[in-house]
């Protein structure tokens, strides 16, 4: 394998399944850049890992570990809906993407978005959908995604 | 109790969780106004319902029954998917509501998602999400929510 720079980039940035070791990896500092995650114990923590690691490879989170720093750098989830719809198809829904400020322009944001829909493709979904900002609409074209519908909320 | 229309309406319109026995009072047909729904036997059916079923409070699929016509008009549902993020919180999504073509006017469609809102705040999701075409905004503003973000997909 040669050593040229995008395998460099390759072999810094490894991308695998979340591991319950990477609360001390600044998963959570991660995951703050997207949202307010709030202090979380580590008990809290194995068991929000356990509950969602029962679902298999229904719901999936897959990380980027840096070999360098030894920190997550990207995250991101995709789970299976179930429905009745499509002859009882199944939707892939892709959540809680995030790449960390010092490590953008590595492509990581791609790199972990790319493996959730193949995810999904893999599991046969019918689709793969996810809400996002405006801004970030120009990343999920690139991504292979096609802009459909309008996400609305209510936070309690 | 008297008798008057909204109570008339409020009788005649019945809303429940979704029964196996909804299948033969077209809910499946209801749904393909939605979107295609293809051809499900009742084992497939039945697999899909207990599937969903087991999921107990996280995943619960509301039907109205017309009790006049014995006919299943308006559905809708909604998940739990659980976070790291809002110190291990939960997000309450929707999905797939529907009201049949003949029973428009009679707000069914809010009553449905009035339910689903309510369920995901019982369950202590500190937001509820769904999405939308352009046209259905205003109905869904009618029932709480805001717009926030743009829904993206592919379809595999």
Known sequence: MSTNESNETLDRFYLRRLELSDKSKGFIDLLQQLSAVG?????????????????????????????????????????????????????GHIEDVVVDASARGAKLGKKVVDSLVEHARLLGCYKVILDCSMENKGFYKKCGFEEKAVQMAIYF
Chains 1, 2 share one sequence.
């Open 39 to 91: 202090s979380i114990s580590d008990e809290e923590f194995e068991e929000r890992f356990h509950e969602l690691a029962s679902r298999g490879e229904e719901h999936v989170i897959c990380v980027v570990e840096d070999r360098i720093s030894r920190r997550i750098v990207a995250t991101g989830t995709v789970f299976v809906e179930k429905k009745f719809l499509r002859g009882c198809g199944k939707a």
